[in-house]
């Protein structure tokens, strides 16, 4: 029996190709031996091989020998067992360890194991398994293992001759990080097997979803006073900010901008920077310091700007990125079990970004801190309130340059004087600051200014005066002050005449009221201050000398006034009494009199005395005659229209009338307005030229009612009473003639109106007949002068007459060659206020040729107008009208010269 084992064979042994040469090739017997030797020259042999098949590569041949002996030619027969067997596993190369990394929404990695190719010199490989040997990568412990098959698969481009094949291994459960072994083991068909291991490291290299808040506001905050954002750099670059700019910062960590960033299998850091290209505000920053001292030329790490622009765990804002959008990245990197950042195959971290904008805000409000309450006395006050300071403004960012008070920009005030008095400078002024950032946002504070007030002003009443010439001012003195300065002084007096005095034309009594109206009360009384008169002698000088009223011991001309009240009184008064307050005797009352300081008095009255002896006449204002009243108005038929009125000319009883309006202006250079005035005013009512009725202010006729032909009789008596008002309403409401007095300042106007005894007030200009009339004014002082103003004045009839034509008239030449046209011819009616229309002369001119009134030389009015064969066509012609007055108008028409017959032509011809 012979053994052989597959190892001695060549990649394939065939049931053939065990011969007995290639037995011996191998160095086994093949042959039968003869003396030690498989040859022999007496020895023939041959076999024959039944192969009995144990498995794939494994076989037993059974060879028959025949021998043959040569020599004596004896057969033998001999049973050769020959055994191939396989006893060597499949061969394959083993996989390099592997690292692979986790599933992407999981913690552990299905790992689809490496298939790889096998061969074996005998037999068929009949299984593949892998066993994977899960561990802890922190104890090392044995967690789990698991069984993964395979399949054997041909592959491109195989040589089916070539005893290989594909090993396909499938993939193993999802395994957790850390390194797990792993053991291939192929057996082939005889049983013979084959195992190699290798390490399957499972590393987390997913990177960490990245999650944002895609727009993020992020409000500045305050000044950071350890930054170099805000003061000069070295050689002022950058350059401070400037008064109305700071330096607010804010810090924002890069968690702020996580929106859920994870990752599967563990923690996450995150960090943060800015986004290239940089903003101006960003590339401005201090470039060497990040540090005080800013302007210093040695460098600091960070600098502001590198600060800036540097990734970490938290990202600056700054002021002058405020109003913008700013892009950031949010790096999430993935962190092993050790919290150190996992680094990818390539060398580099696992991460994952995303990208934020951020806009940058303002929010907080400036500060405004006010100056404090001030109190000051109104004679100290300062109107302007400059000199009580102005609010401290702050902001974390920037003012607004818009708003500037007292050179403080972002600062705005008010001033609220609800509980102030301007005129008198007391009370309570609020003023409100309001500071204003340059980001729309505002703050205020208020600060409280108490004005007190106090009275202190000292009085000289005026003297009493006998005026003998008068300058027309009406002005005798006035009262005098001294100290004042936040009082407001009001002075006023009213006048009572007496006309009766035995030592002069008129007095005068003229009580002042003097009021300071930051103090006066309406329902408070004035304190009386008596008029001294020390002197029994009437006009005595020393009663003439108005009093002072100031404190005890002011010096002159100021020192306060110390006489008898009355020279019958038993002893002085000082008048200081009325500015320190007290009380004092009233000698001719027998009474105490009690006032109150100057400090808290409500007003003073003091009577003056101004005694007029006036021997001037007043100033009157008189025209000179003759004044013409123009009358354009329509004639009224309800005035002037009796039986007994008559007016020659026109032959009407209705007289033509007009508003006259009859005024006269005077004034007394002592008296000023108070001064009477009366009218005697003459008329001609009948147009003969005599002004035979008299109308007096003093004795008026009566309403509706003037008295005709009383001129001659003595004081303008008798007379015939004559009616002038035709209207139809009550006798109480007929117009009778009276007189309007009104005063302005120191003048005083009269005039001749109109009034009913309905409505005595209700003045209307009277309507008074055409002709020449006269009034006489008489104007009397207070003292008896009198001055007259006498003029006459004409009220005459100063309207045209309306005159209107036909529209154009059509006329045929005559055999003449000649044709005449009347006025008439175009006349279509001509009318006048006053004259009657029969009474009205009309006349006609050709247009153009003339001016004024047509008349013929010898005066008459040109009553007709001719055109011969040279005015052929339209000829243009005036037709006037003239009243008795001499007004005149025209209007103006056409006719159409005609020459039907060819009269022109023919004569023409010949």
Known sequence: ????????????????????????????????????????????????????????????????????????????HYDQVIKVLDEEGPTFDCPANIT???????????????????????????????????????????????NVGGSMSSFPGNNLWEPDTMVNVGSTPCLPIGTHLVSYTLEDDCGNTSTCTFRVIVRDYTPPVAACDEYTVVGI?????????????????????????????????????????????????????????????????????????????????????????????????????????????????????NGNIVVGPSGEPVRNECMITVSVQDKIKPVCQSPANVTVSCENFDPSLWAYGKAAVYDNCCLDTAQVYQGQCGLSHTANYNFFDTLCSKGTITRTFRAFDCHGQSSQCTQRIFVNYEQDYWLKFPNDVIVTVCDGTGNYGEPEFNGEDCELLGVSFEDEIFTVVPD?????????????????????????????????????????????????????????????????DPQTLNYSVFYHGGTYTNYATNQQVTVPSIANNNCFKYKQIIKIIDGQKPVVQCPASPVEICDLTANDPQFWNESYWYDSQTGSHDLCEAPTDLCITATDLCSGSNVNIRYILFLDLNGDGVMETVVSSSN???????????????????????????????????????????????????CVRWNTIQQPNNYVVPQLPYGTHKIKWVITDGCGNEEICEYTFVVKDCKKPTVVCINGLSVNIMPTQMIALWDTDFLQYTEDN?????????????????????????????????????????????????????????????????????????NLAT
């Open 100 to 146: 692979v990394s986790t599933d992407p929404f999981t913690c552990c990695s299905t790992v689809d194991l490496p298939d790889f190719i096998a061969t074996d010199n005998c037999s068929r490989i009949k299984a593949v398994t892998a066993m994977v040997t899960v561990t802890d990568p922190q104890t090392g412990q044995v967690l789990n293992m698991y």
């Open 834 to 906: 006053c004259t009657p229309s029969n009474l009205l002369k009309t006349a006609i001119r050709k247009s153009g040729t003339g001016t004024g009134f047509p008349l013929n030389p010898d005066g008459t009015p040109q009553k007709s107008v001719t055109f011969d064969c040279s005015e052929l066509g339209t000829q243009f012609v005036e037709l006037w009208s003239i009243d008795l007055a001499g007004n005149a108008d025209y209007c103006e028409t056409y006719v159409i010269v005609q020459d039907n017959m060819g009269i022109c032509g023919t």
């Open 221 to 337: 905050g305050v000044d950071d006073p350890f930054d170099c954002y805000g003061p000069a750099g070295f050689l002022d670059v950058p350059p401070a900010l400037d008064a109305c700019n700071f330096a607010g910062v804010t810090w924002v960590k890069a968690t702020t901008f996580d929106d859920g960033s994870y990752d599967n299998c563990g923690d996450v850091r995150f960090s943060i920077r800015r986004m290239a290209p940089y903003s101006d505000c960003i590339t401005g920053l201090n470039p060497i310091r990040g540090f005080p001292d800013c302007a210093s030329p040695f460098p600091t790490f960070p600098s502001e700007f590198e600060r800036a622009i540097t990734e970490g765990d938290s990202i600056k804002f700054y002021c002058c990125e405020v109003g913008t959008e700013q892009t950031v990245i949010l790096t999430v990197y993935q962190l092993d079990a």
């Open 1 to 76: 029996m012979m053994t052989l084992t597959s190892r001695h064979f060549p990649a394939v042994v065939f049931h053939s190709q065990v011969t007995p040469d290639y037995l011996e090739s191998i160095g086994l017997q093949g042959y039968p031996h003869v003396f030690g030797s498989p040859d022999g020259c007496s020895i023939g042999w041959t076999y024959e091989d039944g192969v009995i098949e144990v498995c794939d590569g494994t076989f037993k041949i059974v060879r028959e020998w025949k021998i043959i002996d040569w020599c004596d030619g004896g057969v033998n």
């Open 504 to 568: 002069a034309c008129y007095k005068i009594e003229r009580t002042w009221t003097v009021i300071n109206w930051c103090t006066y009360s309406p329902n408070q009384p004035c304190v009386e201050v008596p008029n001294p008169n020390p002197n029994a002698t009437s006009n005595n000088p020393a009663n003439l000398v108005g009093p002072t009223i100031s404190p005890l011991g002011t010096p002159q001309p100021w020192q306060p006034t110390n006489v008898r009240v009355n020279p019958t």
């Open 700 to 750: 008026p006729p009566g309403y509706n009612n003037v008295q005709f032909g009383n001129a001659q009789n003595p004081n303008f008596t008798g007379g015939t009473p004559s009616a002038f008002d035709e209207r139809p309403v009550p006798s109480n409401q007929k117009y009778g003639f009276t007189i309007q007095n009104t005063v302005s300042g120191n003048d005083k106007t009269a």
